[in-house]
């Protein structure tokens, strides 16, 4: 070989494949300004209703923190170090002062900088609180007293919270918890495999979503049940006293009666399964006493396997104990061998086993279709809805157990999907016992709800007479605010706390007492005052079908008259049966905007206009809806940029498409499909439905059924016709059922391999949203710069 062409050679392989180390950008300044704002506090009413607990939280962890080493388990990430989930959040402040007296004195905590502190409850007397502290090598329990702001550690306890779930109150003067087994011995070495990893199906199907993180081998096996078997121990307070109750063993549950004298326990169950989490695996039930003694077996719940699609198991499922001293123990079983498509009478059943536990299970009442909720009431009676998955239609029915066999008796019969007349969600209230139910006040049920209406949402509080179903309203938000019921604080709902909020006003809380006009509890100031230049209101159209349509227009605030932006929009897809609450309205004028994370909403700061939350219906019989979802999605896009070029604001020929998972999917199918924009972001999505051949979102049948369907529905066998250029991005731990990274993988080889333009962002760590700093920042960044490379500058003349 010649010398000189060897050392072109030498020089083009380093010039060619030499990669640039990566490094994280930064979004300009006007937006990061705001992205790093100190965020408004969480603020917690106790139980009791005399404290208001003010906490503030890290809003991004970094890239270092969620590189932090877990093992993929069972469908959890678990820190197996600290015998707890991956991540976690970390507060920064918690401070404490009496509810009603704005001026009383502030009682700050003090909390020690080292380990991540999270997950803060009050007892039940809101006397006490608990914290986690998550360190290198455990997760530690720290008990608090209100009044004087002072916590401590609990000494000898390492909580078992790998799948959450580790403490519940007993009373106020007790806890009972999960702890990792005091003489627990390590994990032995998986070493060679002993031999090939086998499973089997014989004609009984099995229809299983795409769940990640599975367990894939015995040694996987042996792994998650060494890190989530735990120890069952009672903690004395005023003591400090701890009683080993319960064995080591695979706890899923455990949940004290509401008569205080039995604890309800779940534990899981082998054999388990390579194709679903463990929230699928069966489970063994059994009451015990306080003192761990057996009182009694209960029947099992199934491994979740040879299940339909959107069906249940077969037999005993959802059981709850009764928050009432009535000690009652509820569970719902299957009429129809847990598949939806079975026609029968009734599809679910109620089941009550009564104190004291000998005698045999009563049925309380059978549902015609299937059961998805139970809601307890203070006064011992139940909420129980159901669904009725053909019609996409909820039922609420009030229940009895004292009277089983009893005539239905319907309290709420709607669409599920219908916004305008939705009754909102009973009121609940911690008991003494430590046990939440719904209030119930001389027969009545509070409900509060967002209360939307055409204008905007208008949130409520109404009384419910459950005898007649009369309602009463008790408070509705104003024209000019935004305020909802965060608590009440009598049994007639006459004073309650509100927090209200305006497009100028932070949400703060006010006291409402009937005596005058609502009294400032909190003065939380705007941390980003630069938002409140936007320009926000609801825009209303109709697709060419007859279908209501509408966006949020978000105009920057230098925007000037006769002007016309780049505009991006922003969807996500949603299925209706009924075209007349497709173009129901969500959200309010009156919000105060708080623009955080990877909102598309930042780019407004940038220049661009922003069509937020387009409404994107699919409208038709939930068993062939998709089959026109490219058509459906087509119109709802026309509509809306011609809607949007008709105000004036936005040029039609500068306009991008963009979503999340499947608003991702959405927007693949429109490059691919239209030419309506010139440009995509797309990000954490599925464009290859026979990856999730078993369905998707609200497709109900499988690859084999609809082939047709989930082949026209894969932006990936299209790709040689997307065009446009495109932005992906996912995270590379995005464990999401069905948006696995190598959807977008997948797609980019394809799009590099027939000619488009594409740019491919992997995000490391993250999983289906991003969450470290470093990563949002990012994020934004390649938002901006992509849309500024194929949109224009917004504010060039």
Do not use: C
């Not at 208001?52 to 993929?72: D, K, M, N």
Request: proline share 8%.
């Amino acid at each position: 070989m010649r010398p000189y062409l060897a050392a072109a050679i030498s020089l083009f392989a380093l010039g060619s494949f030499a990669q640039p180390v990566p490094e994280y950008k930064n979004p300009p300044e006007s937006i990061r300004a705001v992205l790093d704002a100190k965020p408004l506090p969480a603020r917690f009413i106790d139980p009791a209703g005399k404290t208001l607990a003010v906490v503030e939280a890290r809003r991004y962890p970094s890239i270092e923190e969620l590189s932090r080493p877990f093992a993929a388990l069972a469908g959890n990430r678990i820190d197996v170090a600290a015998n707890g989930p991956h991540r976690v959040g970390h507060i920064d402040r918690i401070t404490f002062r009496d509810l009603t007296d704005a001026a009383a004195t502030e009682r700050a905590v003090a909390i020690p900088p080292e380990g991540d502190f999270y997950g803060i409850a009050l007892s039940p007397d809101g006397k006490r609180f608990t914290l986690r502290r998550r360190t290198s090598t455990s997760t530690e329990l720290w008990l608090g007293d209100v009044a004087s702001a002072r916590m401590a550690q609990v000494p000898g306890i390492a909580l078992q919270n790998a799948t959450g779930g580790s403490l519940d109150w007993m009373g106020s003067d007790a806890l009972l918890a999960l702890i990792v087994p005091r003489n627990r011995a390590k994990v032995a070495d998986a070493g060679a495999p002993t031999g090939p990893v086998v499973q089997e199906s014989f004609g009984r199907r099995s229809p299983e979503r795409t769940f990640q993180d599975l367990l894939r081998n015995p040694a996987d096996e042996a792994r998650f049940e060494h890190v989530v078997t735990a120890e069952l121990v009672r903690i004395n307070l005023a003591s400090g006293a701890t009683k080993v109750i319960g064995p080591a063993a695979m706890y899923e549950s455990v949940v004290v009666g509401g008569d205080g004298k039995h604890i309800l326990v779940q534990k899981l169950a082998r054999p388990f399964s390579y194709a679903v989490t463990h929230q699928s695996f069966g489970r063994e039930v059994s009451l015990i006493d306080l003192d761990g003694a057996l009182i009694r077996n209960l029947p099992n719940v199934a491994l979740r396997v040879n299940v339909p699609v959107q069906g249940v198991v077969q037999g005993p499922r959802s059981y709850i104990s009764s928050a009432t001293a009535d000690g009652n123990v509820y569970w719902l079983e299957a009429l129809d061998e847990g598949d939806p498509r079975k026609r029968v009478s009734h599809r679910d059943r109620l089941m009550k086993l009564a104190p004291p536990y000998t005698g045999e299970p009563v049925e309380v009442l059978r549902v015609p279709q299937r059961a998805t909720g139970l809601f307890p009431l203070d006064d011992g009676r139940l909420l129980v809805q159901e669904l009725d998955r053909d019609r996409v239609w909820v039922k609420v029915f009030l229940v009895d157990p004292a009277k089983p066999g009893a005539e239905l008796n319907t309290l709420f019969d709607l669409n599920a999907r219908d916004r305008y007349n939705n009754p909102g969600a009973p009121v609940t209230q911690v008991l003494p016992n430590g046990r939440s139910a719904a209030r119930v006040s001389e027969g009545q049920v509070f409900f509060v709800g967002t209360g939307a209406t055409p204008t905007g949402d208008r949130p409520f509080l109404d009384r419910w007479n459950l005898e007649d179903k009369s309602k009463k309203r008790l408070f509705h938000s104003t024209e000019t605010h935004y305020e909802s019921v965060v608590r009440l604080l009598d049994a007639r709902g006459e004073r309650f706390v509100t927090s209200r909020e305006s497009n100028s006003e932070p949400p703060n809380l006010f006291l409402h007492d009937g005596t005058a006009a609502p009294k400032p509890l909190t003065a939380f100031a705007d941390p980003t005052p630069q938002v409140r230049a936007i320009k926000r209101e609801l825009v209303k159209f109709k697709r060419k079908d007859g279908v209501d349509l509408s966006f949020w227009l978000y105009k920057p605030g230098d925007l000037k008259p006769g002007e016309k932006r780049p505009a991006f929009l922003w969807a996500y897809p949603l299925e209706y049966t009924d075209p007349a609450l497709a173009g129901q309205v969500s959200g309010s004028v009156n919000r105060f905007e708080q623009i955080a994370g990877t909102s598309p909403l930042f780019l407004v700061l940038d220049g661009f206009v922003v069509l937020n939350d387009a409404t994107m219906p699919v409208v038709g019989d939930p068993e062939k809806v998709n089959d026109t979802f490219i058509e459906q999605i087509t119109m709802n896009a026309e509509a809306a940029v011609a809607k949007a070029a008709e105000l004036g604001f936005v040029d039609p020929a500068r306009v991008a498409v963009g979503g999340h998972s499947y608003g991702a999917f959405m927007t693949a199918n429109l490059l691919a499909h239209t030419d309506i924009f010139k440009a995509g972001i797309a990000r954490s999505g599925a464009y290859n439905r026979t990856l999730t051949p078993f369905g998707f979102q609200a497709e109900r049948r499988n690859l084999w059924e609809a082939q047709s369907a989930y082949l026209k529905l894969s932006p990936y066998l299209v790709a040689d016709k997307l065009k446009e250029p495109l932005l992906l991005i996912h995270g590379q731990a995005d464990n999401n059922s069905g948006t696995f990274p190598e959807q977008s993988d997948r797609l980019f080889a394809a799009l590099a391999g027939t000619g488009g333009n594409v740019r491919y962002v992997q995000l490391p760590a993250e999983s289906h949203g991003y969450a470290a700093r470093e990563s949002v920042g990012h994020t934004l960044w390649e938002m901006s710069t992509w849309l500024r490379k194929h949109l224009g500058d917004p504010r060039a003349p």
